[in-house]
């Protein structure tokens, strides 16, 4: 466990962080599984639902390379 104040503070928030992080890797999942979904059953083309994961992907990418 963490003793100096510093510490216990960095704990905290890294727990937070890996909380959002979760929640947005969860809802970026659900977005791609939607599309796909809605795709399959032809409400939009396969190949619109393609071209949107890429872009959600290129968006991600993006925001990675600026955090780091």
């Given at each position: 466990m963490p003793t100096?104040?510093?510490a216990k503070k960095s704990v905290r928030q890294d727990a937070v962080r890996r909380m959002r992080n979760r929640e947005r890797k969860s809802a970026l999942r659900t977005q791609i599984k939607m599309l796909d979904k809605i795709a399959a059953k032809n409400v939009i083309h396969?190949?619109?639902a393609s071209r949107k994961k890429?872009?959600?992907a290129k968006m991600l990418n993006k925001q990675k390379a600026a955090s780091s």
């Open positions: 100096s104040k510093s396969k190949k619109t890429s872009r959600l």
